[in-house]
């Protein structure tokens, strides 16, 4: 990785930060990915622990683990002549049910992009997303790929309790709420599938840069879905 594709900068006596660029383009977050998987799979040791974003990347440690943390950093991204650490990522697909009692935002969203509420429902559902990174919750990811007519706004006024499983649209990202909890995102619909369960190996369903794609399903199939995963736990 060329020494001019990052900047690394202290936050705070604990924390290096990363930044790759300062625009959130599919290039900086190639960047950011490439990284992300490079540390991964360099540091044996698992002295770092890593936050991934749009532009940049955190980067925690212990100061007794590490004595020169900044230098330990670049020598792992310099190490490899192109960046890029080679990896296979998930194609994601989440069931989404699109129907009114899950999506009250709907309509807000087909009335800002200046289209019917099913043509939101069609294109939502049939455009393809890239996990940018996970945060803000546990399992919460950030998803890149939302058509840019269906870009809306947050709420001016978050709700104080959104559903599991809400999926959402805020600004040029879309996404899916693991969990029930406070959130200004516009809701559109919402999916069966558990997307944080801490008893599972892997309790995270999305990972940094796993493919996602949404499919429009009805209620009675939600319904069918839901008691199944219900049944398992």
Not at 105 to 132: C, F, K, M, N, T
């Amino acid at each position: 990785m060329p020494p001019s594709a990052y900047e690394i900068s202290w936050f705070g006596d604990r924390c290096l930060r990363v930044c790759f660029g300062e625009q959130n383009t599919p290039e900086t977050r190639v960047r950011v990915l490439s990284a992300f998987r490079l540390i991964e799979s360099e540091d044996f040791e698992k002295r770092f622990s890593l936050t991934p974003a749009y532009t940049t990347l955190l980067v925690r440690f212990h100061p007794l683990a590490v004595r020169e943390p900044e230098r330990t950093l670049r020598t792992i991204l310099e190490s490899h002549p192109s960046g890029a650490c080679e990896v296979e990522f998930n194609l994601i697909e989440i069931p989404v049910c699109y129907d009114a009692d899950f999506a009250p935002d709907l309509e807000s969203v087909a009335s800002h992009a200046g289209i019917a509420p099913p043509e939101v429902v069609r294109r939502h559902s049939g455009a393809a997303y890239q996990v940018a990174f996970v945060g803000f919750t546990p399992g919460f990811g950030y998803l890149t790929g939302l058509p840019a007519e269906l870009a809306a706004p947050r709420l001016p006024n978050p709700r104080t309790r959104v559903p599991a499983g809400s999926v959402g649209i805020a600004g040029d990202q879309t996404g899916i709420y693991p969990s029930a909890t406070p959130g200004g995102w516009r809701l559109i619909g919402r999916t069966p599938l558990r997307l944080f369960d801490a008893h599972r190996a892997n309790p995270s369903l999305l990972s940094i840069g796993d493919s996602v794609r949404f499919r429009a399903i009805d209620r009675a199939e939600f319904e069918s879905i839901h008691r199944t995963i219900e049944g398992s736990v």
